[in-house]
């Protein structure tokens, strides 16, 4: 089966196991729902559940394998002795944010101390506060996500903590699933901004590109905010044209993603390609750094690197980290190429 299998096939694949997954699903998106509209059901909840720490948006990670880490998902009466033993009263821990629920229908909080001495909490704790753009090298798949929704809900209340219609304090209920304006009835809500990212093709190679924010040797497919009125498809076709000076001939839409960088993004994730008799690039440097063209088996060589952006010496050409939805298109495209080579 082609890597770009109908959406239909992806949700329906068969009857029986979609029933039996749905049925712990539900329960669980209903119960989180619960706790969002109910906040002494949360606040017993947060009692009861998993809490992830934080320190100035960095999780708490504890590693589990060579060049692997996981987030420590510590109990309420855990937290409360660590922030006793690092000088605090406890009362911190009422601003747990809710994150999810484990399929053992634990619920799931995030913490950010950041006004505690990181050290003082370490101390007590197995493990290291991480930068989450590092981490995301080291996470295990499953749990990268997770820790990427607790960073940005902390990053989205810090930063409103005022209504920009009042200037007034803004109120959290307990799950911090939303924050109400003290002086008025507007209500705000956690938000993501869209994002297209694109793997554009000319039929034999892909093209990546690199800002010059990137650490050196990074690759990734071309990503960009969509403008207000825009829809998917016009936001891709201008921002081929603006960053390679490319028109895109056709688009199919492959996946989405939520991502924590800069502040929250929507990532929408597609393929497009271009005529090959006009693939030829005229890059806006004031965008990106450079773009280039590559073919399938300098695709293979770079998905076979093992590169931490943080290590002194890095090869020429690497990429996303496999959590990230770039990393999926290049995924796909290499195994639809595949499937041409043996046809």
């Known amino acids: 089966m082609s890597a770009l299998r109908p959406l239909r096939t992806l949700l329906f694949g068969g009857h029986y196991s979609l029933t039996r997954f749905c049925s712990g699903f539900v329960s669980r998106i209903r119960y989180i729902n619960k706790l969002k509209e109910n906040d002494a059901a949360c606040l017993s909840a947060l009692q009861n559940g998993h809490i992830f720490l934080f320190h100035r948006l960095m999780p708490l990670l504890q590693c589990s394998a060579p060049e692997t880490f996981r987030p420590i998902a510590l109990s309420y009466s855990e937290v409360q002795s660590v922030l006793h033993k690092s000088g605090s009263d406890g009362s911190l821990l009422k601003e747990s944010i809710l994150i999810g629920c484990s399929e053992q229908n634990h619920a799931q909080f995030c913490l950010d101390v950041g006004e505690l001495d990181p050290a003082a909490i370490l101390r007590n704790c197995k493990g290291t506060f991480m930068d989450l753009r590092k981490a995301f090298f080291l996470l295990e798949g499953a749990e990268a996500p997770l820790v990427a929704k607790a960073q940005a809900l902390l990053r989205w209340h ?20 939303q924050r109400a304006c003290s002086s008025s009835s507007i209500v705000y809500y956690p938000k993501m901004s869209p994002v297209v990212i694109v793997l554009v093709s000319d039929g034999k190679r892909c093209l990546l590109g690199r800002q010059s924010s990137f650490p050196r040797g990074l690759y990734s497919a071309l990503a960009g905010f969509c403008d207000i009125g825009e829809t998917l498809e016009e936001a891709l076709r201008r921002e081929v044209a603006e960053e390679v000076g490319l028109e895109v001939q056709s688009i199919i839409y492959s996946s989405s993603q939520h991502w924590p960088f800069p502040n929250s993004s929507f990532m929408l994730a597609c393929h497009a390609t271009v005529s090959p008799a006009h693939s030829q690039l005229n890059v806006d440097h004031l965008e990106l750094e450079d773009a280039r063209w590559f073919t399938e088996e300098e695709i293979t060589c770079a998905l076979q690197v093992k590169a931490p952006p943080w290590r002194d010496h890095r090869p020429a050409v690497w990429l996303p980290p496999k959590h990230a939805v770039a990393h999926r298109l290049i995924m796909e495209w290499k195994e639809q190429q595949h499937s041409k080579d043996t046809e």
């Open 158 to 177: 810090q930063i409103n903590r005022f209504c920009g219609a009042t200037g007034q304090l803004t109120q959290r209920n307990q799950a911090g699933s």
